[in-house]
């Protein structure tokens, strides 16, 4: 089954201290980007990446970190974490043979104390 | 930033009722995507559209692409309430995605 994974699905954390959350995808898919969602704001893009080592700036990148060092793998750092970091966090895998078609993880809610 | 501005933000009608959500933007994009989103999971693609003035029927779903590339509606007709939702456009430029505000759809039966 095509599925993209993220964990945790909830952190409560404290401002500062560094975290890690996970996404991995299971379709070979080159393209992989991860979203914030806020009310009255909709999903705006963080960071993108077309491949393995290739990363790419969203709208929105400011206090945040990727890395793809493979296919599957595209995990999301918050070296310093703040406030206005809560939100809830969705990585997708794209599909470039189908119009870029998104099959998105099912979600990270995140709290900054 | 590529702003996507949907309408309504909120909308709540009657089982059998149809229902236009809009899609506008200054920007043009290569093409543009809808979604919906059911509370505490992601988005699921609805449709593509690629060409201006394209207009794609899914069941009682009727997407259309304007014929500058710069915005698209939604149509629904006959709405029930399997319908209830939060409704998305997002436009795609480069490599970017531009998501709209959305749209919170009630279906009441």
């Known amino acids: 089954e095509a599925q993209v994974t993220q964990n945790p699905r909830y952190l409560i954390t404290v401002t500062g201290k560094k975290l890690t959350v996970t996404c991995s995808q299971n379709?070979?898919?080159?393209?992989m980007s991860w979203y914030r969602q806020d009310p009255g704001l909709g999903l705006r893009q963080i960071y993108y990446?077309?491949?393995?080592?290739?990363?790419d700036k969203g709208d929105v990148p400011e206090g945040y970190k990727v890395s793809r060092k493979e296919k599957r793998n595209f995990p999301l750092i918050l070296e310093s974490p703040s406030p206005n970091q809560t939100s809830l966090y969705f990585c997708?895998?794209?599909?470039?043979?189908?119009?870029?078609?998104?099959?998105f993880g099912p979600g990270t809610r995140l709290t900054v104390l | 930033t590529q702003l996507l501005e949907q309408s309504p933000q909120f909308l709540s009608i009657q089982e059998g009722e149809n229902l236009t959500v809009y899609c506008n933007s200054s920007?043009?994009?290569?093409?543009l995507q809808w979604y919906r989103q059911e509370p505490g999971e992601g988005p699921v693609l609805l449709v593509t559209?690629?060409?201006?003035?394209e207009v794609k029927k899914l069941k009682r779903l009727t997407f259309q692409f304007g014929d500058a590339r710069k915005d698209s509606s939604l149509h629904i007709t006959a709405a029930q309430p399997g319908d209830t939702g939060l409704y998305l456009c997002?436009?795609?430029?480069?490599?970017?995605?531009?998501f709209g505000t959305g749209t919170s759809l009630t279906v009441i039966p």
């Open positions: 997708a895998s794209i599909s470039r043979d189908s119009y870029n078609e998104q099959f």
């Open positions: 990446s077309m491949n393995v080592e290739v990363t």
């Open positions: 559209v690629v060409t201006g003035g």
């Open positions: 920007s043009v994009f290569s093409s």
């Open positions: 997002a436009g795609v430029g480069g490599n970017q995605f531009y």
């Open positions: 379709m070979n898919h080159e393209y």
